[in-house]
Each structure stands twice: as C-alpha cells, then as structure tokens.
C-alpha cells in the first residue's frame, strides 16, 4: 500500500548497517522547506521508516545525491508518494 504526503522536500538515507541478507534499514524525512540539510533548524515534518531494503526506485523526480553524507534529496515537492514493496521502496510523486 503506498504512503502519500504533501511535503515541500524530502531527505532519503541509510539508517543503519545492513542484516545478513544485504538489506538496509532506509529512512525518508520529510520537510516543509527545500534544502533542509542546509538549515541546522529545519526539523522533519514525518519521519518514515523501511527494513529490509535492498534498493530504492525514484520514478519521475529530480534528484540531488549529496556525496558528504551520502543522502538523497528531493525539492520543490507537491507531492511524494512512498510504497515498500518487498525488499524495494518505490518513491514517486509531483514536483513544481
């Protein structure tokens, strides 16, 4: 079943060490503002959480990856709609 939220951006990562089967713990915050990780204020609006993860589908959405903390951010959201599936996470949603 997927999650759908209205959020300005999202901040997407690992939130862990991976278990025996090469999954991943994955979070995806999601904030009120683009660019939160430049705001030591900006705190989340929804906290979502996955486990199990072995990859993260991002469909019809730019993206910026962040090589210092290897996070993925998505701004200018409308929209973001959220499903695991198995061990994938499927991220979609609207952009301005």
């Given at each position: 079943?997927?999650?759908?939220?209205?959020?300005?951006s999202?901040?997407?990562?690992?939130?862990?060490?991976?278990?025996?089967?090469?999954?991943?713990?994955?979070?995806v915050?999601?904030?009120?503002?683009?660019?939160?990780?430049?705001?030591p204020?900006?705190?989340?609006?929804?906290?979502?959480?996955?486990?199990?993860?072995h990859?993260?589908?991002?469909?019809?959405?730019?993206i910026?990856?962040?090589?210092?903390?290897?996070?993925?951010?998505?701004?200018n959201?409308?929209?973001i709609?959220?499903?695991?599936?198995?061990?994938?996470?499927?991220?979609?949603?609207?952009?301005?």
């Amino acid at each position: 079943m997927a999650d759908k939220f209205e959020a300005r951006s999202a901040i997407i990562g690992k939130a862990g060490k991976h278990d025996e089967f090469e999954s991943y713990p994955i979070f995806v915050n999601l904030f009120d503002k683009n660019d939160p990780h430049k705001d030591p204020d900006a705190l989340p609006k929804k906290f979502l959480e996955y486990k199990g993860v072995h990859k993260i589908i991002i469909k019809d959405l730019d993206i910026n990856y962040l090589l210092a903390g290897k996070d993925i951010v998505i701004n200018n959201l409308t929209k973001i709609v959220v499903e695991q599936d198995g061990p994938h996470v499927i991220i979609s949603g609207e952009q301005k």
